[in-house]
Nanobody, 126 residues
Framework: QVQLVESGGGLVQAGGSLRLSCAASGNIFSINAMGWYRQAPGKQRELVATITSGGSANYADSVKGRFTISRDNANNMVYLQMNSLKPEDTAVYYC????????????????????WGPGTRITVSS
C-alpha cells in the first residue's frame, strides 16, 4: 500500500557532507512524524532524527549541530542533511514514516502504519 525509498547514500571522507532523501508513495491520506534511523555493523538500530508534520525536530545527541532534518509535506518527502561526518556515522540509514491510510476495514475509516524504507548505506572514511 505504501512505500518508502531512500536515496543519497555513499562513500564520503570524514568532514564531508551528504544529503539523504526519502520519498513516500502509495495510498497515503496523511503522514504524521517522519524520521531517520541508522544501524551500524554489530549494533542495534538507533534514532538519528525525527520531525513532526508541523516541523518540530528532534535529534540524537551524537548528531546535534551536524545533521538537519527537514520535510516537504506536499510531496511526502523527508531529508537529512549531514555535515561534518565522522567515521562513527558509518551505518545503514533508514527512513521511517507514521502514515495514515484510508481503510474500509476499520470503524474510523483509517489505518495507521509505521513504514520503513529498505535503507541506504553511508560509509565515512577516516
Amino acid at each position: 500500500q505504501v512505500q518508502l525509498v531512500e536515496s543519497g547514500g555513499g562513500l564520503v571522507q570524514a568532514g564531508g557532507s551528504l544529503r539523504l532523501s526519502c520519498a513516500a508513495s502509495g495510498n497515503i491520506f496523511s503522514i504524521n512524524a517522519m524520521g531517520w534511523y541508522r544501524q551500524a555493523p554489530g549494533k542495534q538500530r538507533e534514532l538519528v532524527a525525527t520531525i513532526t508534520s508541523g516541523g518540530s525536530a528532534n535529534y540524537a545527541d551524537s548528531v546535534k549541530g551536524r545533521f538537519t532534518i527537514s520535510r516537504d509535506n506536499a510531496n511526502n518527502m523527508v531529508y537529512l542533511q549531514m555535515n561534518s561526518l565522522k567515521p562513527e556515522d558509518t551505518a545503514v540509514y533508514y527512513c521511517n514514516a507514521q502514515i495514515v491510510v484510508r481503510s474500509s476495514a476499520t470503524t474510523t475509516g483509517y489505518r495507521y502504519l509505521a513504514a520503513w524504507g529498505p535503507g541506504t548505506r553511508i560509509t565515512v572514511s577516516s
